[in-house]
């Protein structure tokens, strides 16, 4: 179980990176120009072939014009398997033809009449997105001719997603080892389908920018564009002419006069007021200028327009004018947001698989050194002395100690300094489980052993296989499962529930408890043979009232600890706050400490810690009826309120109309201190 525990995790980090390098790749197509878009899928290809150790990954095209030739426009293959990129004599007959420029948009590396070499594939992606082969020599009879293609080219297995191409036509990419054959899980074939929608939208978004390109040289050799709107407008009179291109684009009737007001009207209402401060601008400075705007059609249809222009002087005229083209980039623009729709799905992919990630990690890894045993008191220092002593071996430890004073902390860093430290520490809390479920969670089921078991299950035991089994309240474990726990101990064997197979585990234990199992033994809650076999090395964690000394240093690190989650700095606490702190007998111990000091963090406004002191009762009722009790009680709460400041404006005497002097005799004759310091934070924390 821990190997494939082991393999698991490994998976999921293969996933992590593999979805990480999708991201990477998809963020590289945004907003890519077109002259680079074959150089990125090529080494796109590269990096896939090269994380998943693939050998080779080639892309087909197949134009609409035709169907039957196919055109290999894109390829990587490894140095040392290359069988495409070899002498064109190796491919003999005249259904492949080696090219070293193609009539393609690119050159490509090779073209084949599809009919003679890959009919069955293409057949196959013509019905459905994918083709998966994890053996070629398994084909069927009826893919003979493609696998005899795959051998020629050294293919042993191989899967194929098609591509959409629109108007251009259809084709495929293909991803294929060559030096052994492999399988491919579903989840990776469905990362292959969005590599492919990411190629496809980048080839469809070149060859709209090439398009748009080559209407603007055309532009400059005629005025006759096609589907290009060219407008003229006057400067002094804001009259507009329009080609019938433009007139149709922005719905304007054949004989409707256009000026400025007319195009402003059909502008979407988020885009007019940009776009006039452009034209105006570019009509004061005369430099030339170009952006993209949308308009609203009759039908509430939106779509894109790129335009440009500059001022010229109006020929035959006195006075400027503005003159430019406009294009209908809405096609554009939509593969644009089809590809920024592809990469928030990879992404939103990748932060789903870190969450699921951090999820497993909380739920069975090891937590990290975060809370290390804090404290110098003789105590504590007996303990860590202890933990030191049993580490190194595989002897089962008995940790005893009251509610809250840390027994899983001490677990936890017995199990780091051992030898199978490197491993996850299984934790099971025999007290929170209900008594039908804790056997079968420490020795797993079978399917069907009780009515709800609709599953197998691995039990904690097998989990902890080789690794440590940490076994918390012990004491809460049911009579029934002593004896079951006492052979697993003494014999390392154990049967699912459910099943007569015999298992054999290597498990560390650590057991904790907040009773006095002796006690238990004594009146027959507790097996005698368990408790000797447990208290094998005990290990008693004093309470917090017997380390006093301990509370400062662990007072400060819970402060660190909190102010960091909370965006705070506290720098310093009052001596009195500290002083009630350490002479408090802490019955919950360090559990209740760190309670509230995450209290006083919250509460506290400033840099110094506000502390609600530990055991102070809420004012009741029944108050003292003396004047001096009163008028002390009054003076605390003032002193209090202002740090203790005596003097000084805001001070203590201020806010109580009294001079310095007579609050400082009335506050030692009711027995107050006259002065408190605070506690500084030390240096180390």
């Not at 809460?476 to 197979?501: C, H, I, M, N, Y």
């Not at 760190?594 to 502390?611: K, M």
Request: net charge neutral; proline share 4%; hydrophobic share 40%.
């Amino acid at each position: 179980m821990i190997q494939a525990e082991n393999t698991l995790q490994q998976e999921l980090k293969d996933r992590l990176q593999f979805e990480m390098l999708l991201a990477e790749i998809s963020a590289r197509f945004v907003n890519l120009p077109a002259g680079e878009v074959d150089a990125a899928i090529e080494d796109a290809q590269r990096l896939i072939c090269e994380r998943l150790d693939l050998d080779r990954s080639a892309l087909w095209q197949r134009s609409a014009q035709e169907p039957d030739l196919a055109r290999l426009t894109h390829l990587y293959e490894r140095e040392e398997c290359r069988t495409i990129l070899e002498k064109p004599e190796s491919h003999t007959g005249r259904a492949a033809e080696w090219l070293v420029q193609g009539a393609a948009a690119r050159p490509v590396h090779l073209q084949l009449n599809s009919s003679n070499f890959f009919t069955g594939i293409f057949r196959k992606l013509s019905e459905k997105r994918t083709f998966v082969i994890p053996d070629v020599d398994g084909l069927p009879d009826e893919f003979a001719q493609d696998r005899a293609a795959f051998q020629r080219f050294g293919t042993l297995s191989t899967v194929a997603v098609a591509l959409d191409l629109g108007e251009r036509g259809t084709g495929y990419i293909s991803f294929a080892t060559m030096r052994r054959k492999r399988d491919w899980p579903e989840d990776l074939v469905n990362r292959f389908c969005l590599v492919a929608d990411l190629f496809a939208n980048a080839l469809a978004r070149r060859q709209a920018e090439e398009a748009l390109r080559e209407s603007e040289c055309r532009l400059n050799l005629t005025i006759e564009s096609a589907r290009a709107g060219l407008w003229s407008m006057d400067t002094a009179t804001t009259e507009i002419w329009v080609n019938p291109v433009l007139r149709e684009l922005c719905h304007f009737a054949p004989d409707q006069k256009v000026n400025y007001q007319a195009f402003q009207d059909v502008i979407h209402p988020e885009d007019k007021d940009r776009i006039h401060r452009l034209v105006q601008d570019a009509v004061k400075s005369g430099e030339s200028f170009q952006s993209e705007y949308r308009i609203l059609t009759p039908g509430g249809e939106t779509r894109w327009i790129s335009f440009r222009g500059k001022k010229h002087r109006a020929l035959g005229k006195r006075g400027e004018c503005l003159m430019g083209v406009s294009l209908d980039v809405t096609d554009r623009k939509r593969n644009e947001e089809a590809l920024q729709q592809s990469l928030a799905e990879i992404k939103a992919l990748k932060d789903r698989l870190v969450a699921e990630t951090e999820y497993l990690r909380a739920e069975v890894v090891d937590l990290k050194v975060g809370h290390n045993v804090i404290g110098q008191s003789p105590a504590i220092r007996k303990v860590l002395e202890q933990i030191g002593q049993v580490a190194a071996t595989d002897a089962t430890v008995l940790i005893q100690g009251e509610t809250g004073t840390g027994k899983e902390l001490i677990a936890r860093s017995i199990h780091r300094l051992s030898r199978r430290g490197s491993r996850t520490m299984i934790v099971v809390n025999c007290g929170s489980l209900p008594e039908g479920l804790i056997e079968s969670e420490l020795f797993g089921r079978e399917k069907g052993a009780y009515t709800d078991a609709l599953t197998r299950q691995a039990g904690r035991f097998e989990l902890a296989h080789q690794s440590t089994l940490f076994l918390d309240e012990i004491g809460d474990l049911p009579p029934g499962l002593q004896a079951k726990l006492l052979r697993v101990l003494q014999e390392g064997t154990f049967e699912r529930l459910g099943s007569t197979k015999t298992l054999t585990v290597n498990a560390r234990i650590i057991a904790a408890t907040n009773r006095n199992l002796a006690a238990d033994v004594a009146v027959g809650r507790f097996r005698q043979d368990l408790y000797y076999r447990l208290s094998v090395f005990p290990i008693i964690v004093p309470p917090l009232r017997e380390r006093r000394e301990d509370i400062p240093a662990l007072v400060w690190a819970f402060v660190a600890e909190f102010a960091q989650k909370m965006g705070k700095e506290i720098e310093s606490i009052p001596k009195r706050s500290m002083n009630a702190l350490v002479d408090y007998s802490w019955p919950g111990n360090i559990r209740e400490l760190r309670n509230v000091i995450e209290h006083a963090v919250i509460v506290s406004r400033g840099r110094t810690l506000e502390v609600r002191h530990p055991g102070r009762q809420e004012p009741s009722a029944q108050v003292s009826q003396k004047l001096e009790d009163a008028m002390a009680h009054h003076i605390r709460e003032v002193l209090e309120s202002t740090s203790w400041r005596v003097k000084g404006p805001g001070g203590a005497a201020e806010l109580l109309g009294l001079k310095p002097t007579t609050l400082f005799s009335k506050m030692k004759r009711l027995g107050l201190p006259s002065r408190t310091k605070k506690y500084e934070k030390p240096e180390s924390v």
